[in-house]
């Protein structure tokens, strides 16, 4: 592994080393470190460098034959001369103030275990104060099972809410006696009416679904009643087959 930096120069003095560099293939430039930790960059003239902590690592890579690369060096110093910059921020603009929006230091909290503890105590002594202690167990697959058997039972009411009540009669026994192929009929409405609701539920469930693409766990939500609606509406197809 080297040692490497980033030098930083002022437009003017860039260009004059650039130039040279093309004409020799070098420039004549130093760098000088004097008592004190005080740096100078040396080309005709000194001009004093300020020495950067960079927040971030930048990786340096060397290729032979412009095919195969190997890393060389972690760079984390800046030499800014004649100049000055933040050690808040990186090389490049997204990594403006980079070490406070994401490397600042995180609130620690002290004594932890014993906040734990005084909650976990609150919470026994709440439990012991208690008249009734009640365990409510949760099954997922059975409230999906409930949610799709409340929007049959739903479309069942709306249904019964429609139908006119029937008309009282009083007297003769054709009040008492309903032929089967009324009941046949108020049936098969029955079950059309039911059929085209279950489709306007799905319908709404699938456009459900593509607004909540954003959020996984009410997307697979809606996947699986939508799935059982589905299943329901076979099932009744398999019945009006049988008969």
């Known amino acids: 592994m080297e040692r490497q930096f980033i030098l930083r120069l002022p437009d003017d003095l860039k260009e004059k080393i650039e130039k040279e560099i093309e004409e020799k293939g070098y420039p004549s430039a130093e760098i000088i470190s004097e008592p004190g930790d005080k740096y100078f960059f040396k080309y005709h003239e000194k001009y004093p460098i300020?020495?950067?902590k960079l927040p971030t690592f930048v990786e340096s890579y060397k290729s032979y034959d412009d095919k195969q690369f190997c890393k060389i060096a972690d760079i984390s110093t800046l030499l800014v001369v004649n100049g000055t910059a933040s050690e808040l921020d990186g090389l490049t603009p997204p990594m403006k103030y980079v070490k406070e929006r994401r490397f600042r230091k995180r609130k620690i909290i002290e004594n932890?275990?014993?906040?734990i503890e005084a909650k976990v105590r609150a919470l026994l002594e709440k439990d012991a104060m208690a008249i009734e202690t009640k365990i409510t167990w949760y099954n997922r697959d059975e409230s999906e099972e409930l949610e799709v058997k409340n929007v049959v039972e739903e479309i069942e009411k709306q249904?019964?809410?429609k139908t006119e009540p029937a008309k009282e009669f009083v007297a003769e026994e054709s009040v008492k006696e309903v032929s089967k192929e009324e009941e046949k009929v108020k049936f098969e409405v029955k079950k059309e009416s039911m059929e085209s609701e279950i489709?306007?539920?799905i319908s709404e469930i699938e456009e459900s679904i593509k607004k909540a693409s954003f959020?996984?766990?009410l997307k697979k939500r809606y996947e699986q009643t939508l799935k059982s609606l589905k299943e329901e509406k076979e099932r009744m197809k398999k019945e009006e087959n049988m008969k």
């Open 159 to 161: 249904l019964f809410e």
């Open 50 to 52: 300020n020495v950067v």
């Open 112 to 115: 932890v275990e014993d906040s």
């Open 199 to 201: 489709d306007r539920k």
């Open 215 to 217: 959020n996984l766990i």
